[in-house]
């Protein structure tokens, strides 16, 4: 359903758990991040009349985790703080094509992957804090929800930008770059290491 190519590997769930705050605060920015990546689609495509009132709701829901996120950290007692970000989301778009429309239809699946990785590991974090910290897996577990739905929300944009074929051979060859990737991240407690 989440499209991935390669199912994480158990190593980063253990790292995660063992750096939660880090993890937590890597969390907050990937929300903050996902906002400001559905603006900025807004403001490359205002001609697309099609992208912009899902990409204003998904850039809505987005604040809010970012939100819910920032109310977990107050509970940890952790404050926001600048981390260097992880390697992902740069060497994920590394893969965009210039030129449109494909610039367009790979970002859109860039942030399907995104979402769809974030909801696979949204639930291995879940079940790692559900004995712990039941507050903080029932927030995991309301994302995860919204997160599939972002998937499916990108991919049906995508849609609106090229033949489905198209779209599903092209989303193949991204899922793959996308696990190849993650294979090579540093090993840190972060979202997407
Ligand atoms: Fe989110
Ligand atoms: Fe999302």
């Known amino acids: 359903v989440l499209n991935l190519a390669a199912a994480t590997d158990p190593g980063w769930t253990a790292r995660a758990l063992a750096g939660l705050d880090e993890l937590l605060v890597d969390h907050a920015h990937a ?6 990546t559905a603006v900025g689609l807004l403001f490359r495509y ?9 990409l204003a709701r998904l850039a809505r829901e987005e604040l ?3 939100e819910q996120v920032l109310d977990a950290l107050a509970r940890r007692g952790v404050p926001l703080r600048h981390q260097a970000a992880a390697p992902y989301a740069a060497d994920l ?6 030129g449109e429309p494909e610039r367009l239809l790979d970002t859109l699946l860039c942030c399907a992957l995104i979402e769809a990785r974030s909801c ?9 804090v559900a004995a712990a910290d039941p507050a903080l897996a029932e927030l995991w577990r309301g994302l995860l ?3 599939a739905r972002h998937h499916r929300a990108y991919l ?3 849609c609106a930008v090229a033949p ?3 779209v599903r051979a092209r989303l193949a060859e991204l899922a793959a770059h996308e696990a190849r990737v993650l294979a090579a991240a540093p090993p840190w407690a972060r979202l997407h290491t």
């Open 93 to 98: 778009h590394a893969a965009v094509r210039r």
């Open 120 to 128: 696979e590991r949204f639930g291995l974090l879940a079940d790692g």
């Open 164 to 166: 489905e074929p198209q």
């Open 46 to 54: 205002p001609e697309r009349a099609d992208l912009l009132a899902p």
């Open 64 to 66: 809010a985790h970012f």
């Open 31 to 36: 929300e903050k991040k996902a906002a400001a």
């Open 156 to 158: 049906d944009l995508a």
């Open 145 to 147: 929800a919204c997160e």
